[in-house]
């Protein structure tokens, strides 16, 4: 692979971050340099392959098609980014049934599912966001005394509140695609329905759904931060400020009386500044669970 080549992966791959994730671009800049590339090379490969079934008109032929892209070796590779992440994943000996798994994820995207049950919306989290954290692990490294497995059902967890982090404040933006992603019985246990969210129907009942799902995230997030103290201590500031900021999200939607219909919550560079501070302490606070 030429050194142009190699430069004009690694561009087009921060070009994809800058556009999508101010969030996920400013928590990574913690990391040291050589992991950092490496990581947003990962999110660049979920971001666009997430990106491909947002499309109108996708197909099941363009998802496959683009598995076989992904399949092909660093040294097989036409696109700038997946060129950026094959050889990423082959540098760093990244397990690619975590990969595939991610592909099958956005896969229910293709279908437009319905989700019966929190178990089921899970799993789906767990296709699309954890896998993502379990590519990641082998990039930021371990502390020493952990391994991978150990460290796993924390990685999947907070992968889980991300997304549906993701899923709350989305709600409007996946309405006028005609997905929703509320469990069918966490819609009936507040009498909604699927056409009441698509429809876009925000009175007390609808908050007191987002207030449940808010509840949700929040202890995920918390059942998920001992697992950030068996990373590498070079790697936790970067996924704690990840989590944490990430969290966040969660306040402002309660900010913005829940109005995600028509508003998209967020964090301002300002706020993310204001913040760092108090993550990198409670983050240096966190202790890896008892054995």
């Given at each position: 692979?030429?050194?142009?080549?190699?430069?004009?992966?690694?561009?087009?791959?921060?070009?994809?971050?800058?556009?999508?994730?101010?969030?996920?671009?400013?928590?990574?800049?913690?990391?040291?340099?050589?992991?950092?590339?490496?990581?947003?090379?990962?999110?660049?490969?979920?971001?666009?392959?997430?990106?491909?079934?947002?499309?109108?008109?996708?197909?099941?032929?363009?998802?496959?098609?683009?598995?076989?892209?992904?399949?092909?070796?660093?040294?097989?590779?036409?696109?700038?980014?997946l060129l950026y992440w094959s050889g990423v994943r082959e540098r760093?000996?990244?397990?690619?049934?975590?990969?595939?798994?991610?592909?099958?994820?956005?896969?229910?995207?293709?279908?437009?599912?319905?989700?019966?049950?929190?178990?089921?919306?899970?799993?789906?989290?767990?296709?699309?966001?954890?896998?993502?954290?379990?590519?990641?692990?082998p990039i930021i490294g371990m502390a020493p005394g952990f391994q991978?497995?150990?460290?796993?059902p924390y990685a999947v967890r907070l992968g889980v509140a991300l997304?549906?982090?993701?899923?709350?404040?989305?709600?409007?933006?996946?309405?006028?695609?005609?997905?929703?992603?509320?469990?069918?019985?966490?819609?009936?246990?507040?009498?909604?329905?699927?056409?009441?969210?698509?429809?876009?129907?925000?009175?007390?009942?609808?908050?007191?759904?987002?207030?449940?799902?808010?509840?949700?995230?929040?202890?995920?997030?918390?059942?998920?931060?001992?697992?950030?103290?068996?990373?590498?201590?070079?790697?936790?500031?970067?996924?704690?400020?990840?989590?944490?900021?990430?969290?966040?999200?969660?306040?402002?939607?309660?900010?913005?009386?829940?109005?995600?219909?028509?508003?998209?919550?967020?964090?301002?560079?300002?706020?993310?500044?204001?913040?760092?501070?108090?993550?990198?302490?409670?983050?240096?606070?966190?202790?890896?669970?008892?054995?």
């Amino acid at each position: 692979m030429s050194a142009a080549a190699w430069k004009n992966a690694q561009q087009a791959t921060e070009a994809v971050i800058r556009q999508h994730s101010r969030t996920f671009h400013f928590a990574t800049g913690l990391l040291p340099s050589a992991a950092r590339g490496a990581i947003r090379a990962l999110y660049a490969f979920c971001r666009m392959t997430d990106d491909l079934v947002d499309r109108d008109g996708a197909t099941q032929e363009d998802l496959d098609a683009w598995r076989a892209q992904v399949n092909l070796p660093a040294a097989e590779q036409k696109m700038p980014v997946l060129l950026y992440w094959s050889g990423v994943r082959e540098r760093f000996g990244v397990d690619r049934r975590y990969e595939q798994e991610l592909i099958d994820g956005v896969n229910m995207d293709l279908r437009c599912r319905r989700y019966a049950t929190w178990d089921e919306l899970e799993d789906y989290c767990y296709h699309v966001a954890s896998t993502v954290g379990l590519l990641s692990m082998p990039i930021i490294g371990m502390a020493p005394g952990f391994q991978f497995e150990q460290a796993k059902p924390y990685a999947v967890r907070l992968g889980v509140a991300l997304q549906l982090t993701n899923i709350l404040r989305d709600v409007g933006e996946d309405a006028g695609r005609g997905r929703v992603y509320f469990p069918e019985d966490d819609l009936a246990r507040f009498g909604l329905t699927r056409q009441d969210i698509l429809t876009g129907v925000q009175d007390e009942r609808f908050r007191d759904l987002m207030r449940f799902e808010i509840a949700r995230a929040r202890q995920l997030y918390e059942e998920s931060l001992p697992g950030i103290a068996m990373l590498s201590r070079a790697a936790r500031p970067a996924v704690g400020a990840a989590a944490l900021l990430y969290r966040a999200i969660l306040d402002e939607i309660e900010a913005i009386d829940y109005q995600v219909y028509t508003r998209r919550a967020h964090t301002t560079g300002w706020q993310k500044l204001k913040m760092l501070p108090g993550i990198v302490l409670a983050v240096l606070r966190v202790r890896p669970p008892a054995a």
